[in-house]
């Protein structure tokens, strides 16, 4: 059902906002991570919120959410919706821009799992720590890194640190789960993270 509005049905649940790939990958494994995580977010009676599309890692979570009765609800720009194949059995949301996708999906989530994807689940992502990193919200980021799909961004990450443009203390505003069992665990017991311990900051000199 296609809400073509900017407003999502009140629910009082939990829900989990996930950020992964529009596409399969070259790996069999991938997908089937997202069809197990929708499927088990939906056993757990959790909320799957995501991006709206209908193809890739998202749309086999929504799905496969779907096809055991959770509740899901997709958030989408317009401009996508021939390009992500609008999943549009379960609550959808069309909205205007890329930039409202994201602040609803944050508005609407109490924690965020991000799955394996491409350039546009790094932007999502990266932008989400970024608001941590300015104490804008507390709320938990699990990256499923499955096969070590997001080690070469944890290096990046500590790589900043080590060149001390990052506090140290950055490195704890997100955890890791090897699987989507491990994921769901760390989803179901998951508590707002504490602010980022930042690191003191001198006047700057001439």
């Known amino acids: 059902m296609t809400v073509l509005k900017s407003t999502v049905a009140p629910y009082e649940g939990q829900s989990v906002c996930l950020f992964c790939a529009s596409s399969d990958g070259n790996d069999p ?22 991006g709206g599309g209908g193809v890739g890692l998202m749309g086999a979570a929504a799905r496969a959410s779907h096809a055991i009765g959770g509740r899901v609800v997709g958030i989408m720009p317009g401009f996508l919706r021939s390009r ?35 350039i546009g689940t790094l932007e999502e992502v990266v932008e989400l720590l970024s608001w941590k990193r300015l104490d804008l919200h507390a709320k938990p980021v699990i990256f499923l890194n499955i096969n070590g799909f997001w080690d070469s961004f944890f290096k990046l990450v500590e790589d900043t640190v080590n060149a001390g443009m990052t506090p140290a203390s950055f490195l704890e505003a997100y955890t890791v789960a090897d699987s989507v069992e491990d994921a ?15 690191d003191p900051r001198g006047a700057a000199t001439n």
């Open 84 to 118: 992500e194949r609008l999943f549009d059995e379960v609550e959808t949301v069309v909205v205007e821009s890329m930039h409202q996708r994201k602040q609803m999906m944050y508005d609407e989530s109490d924690v965020f799992v991000v799955a394996p994807g491409g």
């Open 184 to 198: 769901i665990a760390q989803m179901t017991s998951a508590e707002d993270t504490p602010h980022i311990r930042h």
């Open 29 to 50: 494994v991938y997908l089937e991570a997202g069809r197990e995580f929708g499927r088990r977010t939906a056993e757990e009676g959790w909320r799957l919120v995501y």
